[in-house]
């Protein structure tokens, strides 16, 4: 009699890992699924994308990022649905905690300038790095809440967000004296390629192109084959903008105007030394220092000179109370060089305004006479005044340059004349980054000049993503550009944002170089910004309302 065997257990078989194609549905069912978040998580998954775009802004540039971010926020505000007002609601919830973490990501050096006097403004500090961002994310909310209220089913929503958040980046740079910074389209400044649309479009079209290029990928989540063509589209449109970019860069080489010699002179003083009365003399004693070394380019120092450019407000007096520092420079200066130099000026206060104080740009002689002021018109709020300053005053509030009564600003933008150079646009600090607004009345200029002063931030992001926005105004306008900053970034740039001499953040030197010539032409978005923004929007706004098959939406 047999007696029957048992069986033997055998060891259990892993389960074989799923292949990519088997994990797609369960991927894109949890994108999906961000439709549908509420409360906490829904505000977190808005700001944490909100703040993975600011990659996309300098120092960084990782543009891509937008691809990640915009996506998200079409899928959330997808998921709002329900009567229109809860709709609306909803939508500008996300569109806010979105706002509020990109901007809180790409602006929160400025804290850093509430640090130069600790003892006097450090305990605005965390209210300066949260409140700005809290305020302009309400242009980030009521894009949203427009989108959705056009939203429609299909890729044609897409038109809707680019339509409804370009317009309001435009509104971010015009309402209460504006504040473009880091516009979307400032994604692309890092790009030389790239960067060359804006001669076509403005930053403000290329904001457009990106709100809705770099959104296609929200469309891969749909079925049907709509998804991956529109976004191919999209790659091979880029695609075509660089490879533009490369001819237009190849067919434009660097011209220079015969006999200009510039020497940009970046001192690098620390912002709390800069304005030391006490120490006035070893200031301009060093200017001058600084500015007479030999270089490879100029052996000669200043004898090889004709241009000598230094930042904004470089003088911690009032220069015509101070004779001595005209006497310096006169005896400092060759007889073949003019001073071009930010400095507050004097004078009795314009219709209106108050203040005896400007920021302004002075041409100043061999002799150290003055020869020309031009005053900045568009003065920074909080930094140079106070709204209503009086009364803020009265209670113990200053502004952060501490002038008491703050600055006046001057009426319009003016021409700046420089013995042996074409007139020059001057743009003190953040004037140069409102698009359209940097080109005086009359006879065109020949070339932009922008004295700033970025050490109130440090070695933060903040100068980068200035002088990426002063590089972009080049490439819109078709004129070089000469920069001298306090502690960097100074640099003489072409008229297509090439970079033909340059000092890096941080660093005490000198830019040396000749003033390139601008366009023969004037580039179309610097004559039609205007008019090619409006014919994107109205055709976004079209294509907003028509059905596309293949990529349908819940909720819509």
């Known amino acids: 009699m047999s007696v029957p065997r ?54 960084l540039g990782l543009w891509p990022a937008l691809a990640v971010s915009f996506p998200i926020l079409v899928l959330l505000i997808d998921g709002c649905r329900g009567p229109l007002r809860t709709r609306l609601a909803a939508a500008a919830g996300a569109g806010w905690w979105f706002g509020f973490g990109y901007f809180l990501a790409t602006l929160w050096w400025i804290g850093a300038a509430f640090l130069v006097e600790a ?19 309400l242009f980030t909310a009521l894009g949203a809440a427009l989108a959705r209220l056009l939203w429609s089913r299909g890729a044609a929503r897409l038109f809707a967000f680019a339509f409804a958040f370009t317009l309001c980046e435009w509104l971010r740079g015009h309402v209460l004296t504006g504040f473009p910074w880091n516009t979307f389209g400032y994604a692309f400044s890092e790009q030389i390629l790239l960067m060359q649309g804006a001669a076509v479009v403005g930053v403000y079209g290329l904001t457009f192109l990106a709100l809705l290029l770099l959104s296609t990928p929200v469309l891969l989540l749909a079925p049907g084959r709509m998804g991956p063509a529109a976004v191919l589209a999209a790659a091979l449109v880029l695609a075509a903008s660089a490879l533009w970019g490369h001819l237009r860069l190849a067919a434009t080489p660097i011209k220079t105007r015969p006999g200009v010699a510039l020497r940009v002179m970046q001192p690098n003083l620390a912002q709390d ?11 301009l004693d060093g200017y001058l220092a600084l500015s007479a070394r030999p270089s490879a380019i100029y052996p000669r120092g200043l004898a090889d000179v004709s241009v000598l450019v230094w930042p904004e407000s470089a003088f911690p007096f009032i220069y015509e109370r101070e004779p001595w520092a005209a006497e310096a420079i006169a005896a400092a200066l060759p007889a073949n060089v003019t001073l071009v130099t930010g400095a507050v000026r004097y004078d009795s206060p314009p219709k209106g305004q108050v203040s005896p104080f400007f920021n302004s740009v002075r041409v100043i002689d061999a002799n150290g006479q003055v020869l020309q002021n031009t005053d900045k018109v568009h003065l920074v709020p909080f930094g140079e005044y106070l ?44 004037e140069i980054i409102f698009p359209g607004k940097v080109i005086p009345d009359g006879p065109r200029p020949a070339f932009l000049l922008n004295l700033t002063n970025d050490a109130w931030f440090g070695t933060t992001p903040g100068p980068y993503q200035h002088f990426a926005q002063a590089r972009i105004r080049a490439v819109e306008e078709g004129l070089p550009l000469v920069r001298a900053a306090n502690s960097g970034i100074s640099a003489i740039i072409d008229p297509l944002g090439r970079i033909v001499a340059y000092s890096p953040l941080g660093e005490e030197s000198l830019v040396d170089g000749p003033l390139p010539l601008s366009l023969e032409t004037v580039p179309i978005a610097g004559r039609y910004a205007g008019f090619i923004l ?23």
């Open 6 to 59: 048992k069986p033997v257990p055998r060891k259990p078989v892993p389960p074989r890992p799923a292949s990519i194609g088997a994990r797609l549905p369960t991927l894109r069912g949890r994108l999906l699924m961000l439709r549908f978040l509420s409360g906490w998580r829904r505000r977190l998954v808005a700001a944490a994308a909100g703040a993975f775009a600011g990659l996309a802004m300098p120092p």
């Open 534 to 556: 409006t014919a994107l929007l109205v055709l976004a706004l079209a294509l907003s309302r028509i059905p596309i098959c293949g990529c349908s939406t819940r909720g819509s």
């Open 119 to 137: 003892d006097v403004f450090g305990w605005l500090l965390p209210v300066a790095v949260l409140i700005m961002p809290a305020g302009l994310a």
């Open 273 to 283: 030394k800069k304005f030391a009365y006490g120490r006035r003399r070893d200031i």
């Open 387 to 430: 709204p209503f300053q009086a009364t803020l005053e009265a209670l113990g509030l200053e502004q952060l340059t501490r002038v008491r009564g703050g600055f006046s600003s001057g009426a319009v933008l003016t021409p700046l004349r420089i013995p042996g150079l074409p007139p020059a646009a001057p743009l003190v600090c953040y």
